[in-house]
């Protein structure tokens, strides 16, 4: 299980601000500008080429 997989399944904490059944935001732990998002797909996606 990926890093962002045990975020977006609650094992890892992380200050979310928005969820819904695609994706998750939350905010970087170590950002980079005042407002650092980091948007992930609920779905697994392997390769670039099969987003």
Same mark, same amino acid.
């Given at each position: 299980?990926?890093? =962002?997989?045990? #975020? ?8 979310? +601000? ?7 935001? =939350?905010?970087? #732990? ?8 980091? +948007? ?12």
């Amino acid at each position: 299980m990926t890093l =962002f997989e045990k #975020i977006a399944a609650r094992e890892i904490p992380a200050e979310i +601000v928005h969820e819904d059944d695609l994706c998750i935001a =939350f905010h970087d #732990i170590e950002p980079q500008a005042p407002t650092h998002v980091l +948007v992930i797909p609920r779905k697994p996606i392997p390769r670039v080429g099969e987003a």
